[in-house]
T-cell receptor, first 112, second 116 residues
Framework: AQTVTQSQPEMSVQEAETVTLSCTYD???????LFWYKQPPSRQMILVIR??????QNATENRFSVNFQKAAKSFSLKISDSQLGDAAMYFC?????????FGAGTRLTVKP | GAGVSQSPSNKVTEKGKDVELRCDPI?????LYWYRQSLGQGLEFLIY????????KSGLPSDRFSAERTGGSVSTLTIQRTQQEDSAVYLC??????????????FGPGTRLTVL
């Protein structure tokens, strides 16, 4: 079974600084998708960024970017210029197909 | 609608009672997913629908759990004879198609179920 591991239960970052959240996964598939979701206290899961495994180029979305290492099965999220509104639980997810597996999450605290 | 909606937002029930959780997906989305999030945990995939059919029900925790979707829209997750370990947040998501595993899923706000 595919598993997703987030080894950092909690992380903190100073406002305006950069933080990287780690994620590794296990799969025997070659074609799949990876996601980072953000869940603020409101419980609403919000897509942050997605990456297609067949694309070598790392996905970016404004201040959010990923470091996708397919051979190492690693998919880290970098948040640049951290803002107070970035504070939330962040979940890494894998899907192939329709069966989406989530990591246990990393709670990010942003210090003013 | 503007987004995925779920009702009720909170449900408190007594052990042994049945509960129904509702999900109303984004209009036009053909795929619908149910997840369970226990306190402090990640999301556990339960079931997905393509249209009205659920090709894979193996994620449902027990035979007390069932789900249906009618008219390719609203879905109901039913838990019979609830147990305390069923207490969790139940999240629903929808996506445009089932043609690709990478279709972005849009989540509802969830239903927090508490079984006393």
């Amino acid at each position: 079974a595919q598993t997703v591991t987030q080894s950092q239960p909690e992380m903190s970052v100073q406002e305006a600084e950069t933080v990287t959240l780690s994620c590794t996964y296990d799969t025997s598939e070659s074609d799949y998708y990876l996601f980072w979701y953000k869940q603020p206290p409101s419980r609403q899961m919000i897509l942050v960024i997605r990456q297609e495994a067949y694309k070598q180029q790392n996905a970016t979305e404004n201040r959010f970017s990923v470091n996708f290492q397919k051979a190492a099965k690693s998919f880290s999220l970098k948040i640049s210029d951290s803002q107070l509104g970035d504070a939330a639980m962040y979940f890494c997810a894998y899907t192939h197909p329709f069966d989406m597996r989530f990591g246990a999450g990393t709670r990010l605290t942003v210090k003013p | 609608g503007a987004g995925v909606s779920q009702s009720p937002s909170n449900k408190v029930t007594e052990k042994g009672k049945d509960v129904e959780l509702r999900c109303d997906p984004i209009s036009g989305h053909t795929a619908l997913y149910w997840y369970r999030q226990s306190l402090g945990q990640g999301l556990e995939f339960l079931i997905y629908f393509q249209g009205n059919s659920a090709p894979d029900k193996s994620g449902l925790p027990s035979d007390r759990f069932s789900a249906e979707r009618t008219g390719g829209s609203v879905s109901t997750l039913t838990i019979q004879r609830t147990q305390q370990e069923d207490s969790a947040v139940y999240l629903c998501a929808s996506s445009w198609t089932s043609g690709g595993a990478g279709d972005t899923q849009y989540f509802g706000p969830g239903t927090r179920l508490t079984v006393l």
